[in-house]
């Protein structure tokens, strides 16, 4: 399974209403913690519920715990945006 498949499995006890998974890594070739294969850079998009009341770091947090195993094993650097679904509307507009 890619990457990409196991961070959203990862992130799915946080019932995102929205999940985007993007794969930079080509772009950091050549850098600190890039291999030979790529998926080492990542952004990541959450939107959910479960973030409802807490703050940015306390979201990150939460996505950091789920995906440590990941990050351990292969990922270099991940860019997070965690927001309720009420700041996604409120982002949209």
Known sequence: MRM????EAALAPLAPLALQVR??????RGH???REGGETHF???VISAAFAGQ?????????NALLAPLMAERIHALSLSTLTPDEALRREV
């Open 32 to 34: 600190g913690g890039w």
């Open 4 to 7: 990409k498949e196991r961070i």
């Open 23 to 28: 794969d930079r890594s080509d772009e950091h």
């Open 43 to 45: 952004d990541v998009i």
């Open 55 to 63: 703050s940015r770091v306390a979201r990150h947090r939460k996505v």
